[in-house]
């Protein structure tokens, strides 16, 4: 799990990612060029980013790949600039290095790879780096979303156990008391199993964001929850919910998800003073 993340403070993705981290309370940093001058002036003091002694990009790219365990460069298309400065710097010093063209997989493809490769390195301190706003004025609001589904489907399948019937055969009655027959029971076994940060940061997430990271969520919450002929009660529930009988498992999951998401929206204010 990553325990820092860092960037050059750059609009774009350098500065979607400082975001993100902010956001979700997770440790940031990173090196800043002399006079913490970016794109769009002087970076704001609540970026904790440390000053290099010279105005150089180069300098500080450097800098921020040698003090990180990987390198994430996402962009639209091939790589150039500082952005394919920065993808030799890491190579060249044999540093985990994962570029994302989202001109060739969509943003879910895309955290599954992310949320992948950071296992497989085992990378704890996250370089992320890209085109600034100027070059490509989207990228700000996809690394946005891109890190947050990434981060979100790690919660889940972090925290998610086997199904109720996984473990070995038991009888049918049986069964039906340990699976959750009401959405709530389903959402209150999600929320049971998160820790109290992931709580925090799930309920930090936004309603768009929440409703397209279900399509990520649904195989192994429908496995878990037995969700369809084998869990018809809880189905019933879930397609009382939505009013329509036509309603599938993975329909489902997104209503279950969406409760999740409510519950800890309600005691998001509990959650932050608890922490201070």
Avoid at 33 to 55: C, N, P, S, T, W
């Amino acid at each position: 799990m990553v325990k820092k993340i860092i960037s050059g403070g750059q609009t774009g993705v350098d500065r979607a990612a400082l975001d993100f981290a902010i956001k979700f309370d997770i440790p940031h940093g990173g090196w800043i060029v002399k006079g913490r001058l970016a794109e769009d002036g002087v970076l704001d003091e609540r970026y904790m980013l440390q000053e290099i002694q010279e105005f150089s990009y180069p300098k500080r790219t450097l800098k921020n790949v040698l003090d990180s365990d990987g390198t994430l460069i996402i962009s639209h298309g091939p790589l150039t600039g500082g952005s394919d400065y920065t993808s030799k710097m890491a190579v060249s010093r044999n540093q985990p290095c994962l570029h994302i063209d989202l001109s060739q997989m969509g943003p879910f493809q895309a955290a599954e790879k992310i949320r992948t490769w950071i296992f497989e390195n085992r990378i704890e301190v996250l370089n992320v780096g890209g085109p600034r706003h100027s070059k490509d004025p989207k990228m700000y609001e996809h690394v946005m979303g891109i890190l947050e589904t990434a981060f979100f489907i790690d919660i889940i399948n972090t925290h998610m156990p086997m199904s109720a019937g996984a473990s070995g055969p038991s009888p049918k009655n049986e069964l039906a008391l340990q699976l959750p027959q009401t959405i709530d029971q389903a959402a209150d076994a999600l929320i049971f199993d998160m820790s109290f940060a992931d709580r925090t940061k799930v309920a930090n997430l936004s309603s768009f964001r929440l409703k397209s990271l279900a399509q990520s969520m649904s195989e192994d919450i429908i496995s878990r929850f037995l969700i369809g002929e084998k869990n018809s009660q809880l189905m019933s529930a879930c397609r009382e919910v939505a009013g329509s009988d036509e309603y599938d498992e993975n329909a489902a999951v997104q209503i279950i998800l969406k409760r999740v998401w409510e519950k800890l929206r309600q005691k998001r204010n509990v959650l932050k003073v608890v922490k201070s």
